[in-house]
């Protein structure tokens, strides 16, 4: 079965507090690794799709990186109009369904 | 272009009912996906409809069901609702449904 666990549950940082948000993932066959950001009761915005162990993909303040285990959603100089919800998802070889971990809920104060 | 639209945006149902809700894809796809969002979780698969056709079902009763149109919009219907499906309902919809997934704004169901 597809597991996906993110860490931590919830992040405080200041203003301009670089940090990293984690996805680890089991998977048969990772087909695409997705990550999202949703704000309260919006539906999920998204940011990166990630296909094999060493991609990496940026956007403004984010950078988004793969291995075999884990993702990680690098923030880089954090805004707080960059508090929300990052959603990580995992899509399996052959399968249409993705696999959603419950989200790294980040707050960034001013 | 527009995104995925969803209607309505909110509901307020009693227990027992029947409700329907919809969504229209982004304009050339052809995969629509509908899942369920309880506060603080993921979301949760509830379908995939590719082509008018059922390519996936999530650990649902069935109470739940599914359809796509010709024009691929999608209708998802919940029959004698309980108070547990209160939550965000989103619809996402891709290309072809192997791809990234592009999200509507959600209805928010609540049972009553």
């Known amino acids: 079965e597809d597991q996906v666990t993110q860490s931590p549950e919830a992040l405080r940082l200041q203003e301009g507090e670089s940090s990293s948000l984690n996805c680890s993932y089991t998977?048969?066959?990772?087909?695409?690794l997705f990550w999202y950001r949703q704000d309260p009761g919006k539906g999920p915005e998204f940011l990166f799709t990630l296909y094999s162990a060493g991609e990496e993909k940026e956007k403004e303040r984010l950078k988004a990186t793969l291995t075999k285990k884990e993702s990680f959603l690098h923030i880089t100089a954090p805004k707080p109009e960059d508090s929300a919800t990052y959603l990580c998802a995992v899509q399996a070889g052959g399968s249409y369904i993705p696999t959603f971990g419950r989200g790294t809920s980040l707050i960034v104060h001013p | 272009d527009a995104g995925v639209t969803q209607s309505p945006t909110h509901l307020i149902k009693t227990r027992g009912q029947h409700v329907t809700l919809r969504c229209s894809p982004i304009?050339?796809?052809?995969?629509v996906s509908w899942y369920q969002q309880v506060l603080g979780q993921g979301p949760q698969f509830i379908f995939q409809?590719?082509?008018?056709?059922?390519?996936g079902r999530g650990n649902f009763p069935d109470r739940f069901s599914a359809r796509q149109f010709p024009n691929y919009s999608s209708e998802l219907n919940v029959n004698a609702l309980l108070l547990g499906d209160s939550a965000l309902y989103l619809c996402?919809?891709?290309?072809?449904?192997?791809?990234?997934?592009?999200f509507g704004p959600g209805t928010r169901l609540l049972v009553l």
């Open positions: 996402a919809s891709g290309p072809g449904g192997q791809e990234t997934q592009y």
């Open positions: 409809y590719y082509e008018k056709e059922e390519r």
């Open positions: 304009s050339g796809h052809k995969s």
């Open positions: 998977v048969s066959g990772l087909r695409g």
